[in-house]
């Protein structure tokens, strides 16, 4: 195991320290985690669907279960919180597929979640997409689409968007801060992958760059809106 490798771990156990002192795991953390994906669906508020062109969310960040759920994937990395919105996306995205697929000739995509930057993977210790896209793999054994961890990156590091007052702002703070492998996703059909969709800005310019690199067509999926 190299230093940088050690370091990122010890980076990121220091950091769920420093959580569990300052906000301690509440009740509904404990009852997440005993869930199976069937219960955590039915329990959930739902969206209407669609986020944006192209955009699918499937529950609203307004319920306390979910933003519960949302919190503990992107700040602590909780695994078992990870698989339970990976088998919830999974079952979706399947759904979709299955209603999609033939109409557009969107076969064989590439799963890719949306990257942090170096600066933000390095202090937080892990990326909450690359745990559910991972998960969701394990799921998918390889028959529906494939992982592609490395099409996508983030170029540079911005600020964070909670901190962006509107849709315009956010996109400005976003313009040219992704890049794309051209090699891996030329021609081919993408599903992206991200936690929540607000005004949707990040999928927006991850799509941007993923057209720009000649991908054939675009599709996200996020856990919340």
């Known amino acids: 195991m190299s230093y940088s490798v050690i370091q990122l771990s010890v980076m990121s156990r220091l950091f769920n320290f420093i959580l569990d002192l300052l906000f301690p795991r509440a009740p509904l953390v404990r009852e997440l985690e005993s869930l199976?994906?069937?219960?955590?669906?039915?329990?959930?508020?739902?969206?209407?669907?669609?986020?944006?062109?192209?955009?699918?969310?499937?529950?609203?960040?307004?319920?306390?279960?979910?933003?519960?759920?949302?919190?503990?994937?992107?700040?602590?990395?909780?695994?078992?919180?990870?698989?339970?919105?990976?088998?919830?996306l999974y079952d979706e995205l399947l759904a979709f597929l299955e209603e999609y697929a033939p109409l557009t000739n969107f076969t064989e995509p590439l799963l890719i979640p949306i990257p942090l930057s170096r600066k933000r993977e390095s202090e937080r210790g892990f990326n909450q997409c690359h745990l559910v896209c991972e998960e969701m793999t394990q799921l998918d054994g390889g028959n529906n689409f494939t992982l592609a961890l490395t099409a996508l990156r983030k170029t540079k590091d911005t600020p964070s968007q909670t901190k962006a007052e509107n849709k315009e702002f956010r996109i400005k703070n976003l313009e040219g801060c992704f890049a794309a492998d051209a090699a891996t996703v030329r021609g081919r059909n993408i599903i992206l992958i991200d936690d929540v969709a607000t005004t949707g800005a990040t999928l927006f310019e991850a799509r941007r760059a993923l057209r720009k690199a000649e991908a054939r067509k675009v599709i996200a999926f996020t856990v919340a809106h």
């Open 36 to 88: 199976d994906a069937c219960t955590f669906v039915a329990r959930a508020e739902k969206t209407g669907g669609y986020a944006g062109k192209n955009i699918i969310s499937l529950f609203s960040y307004r319920d306390p279960l979910i933003r519960q759920a949302v919190w503990e994937l992107k700040y602590r990395g909780n695994k078992k919180i990870a698989r339970l919105l990976a088998e919830a």
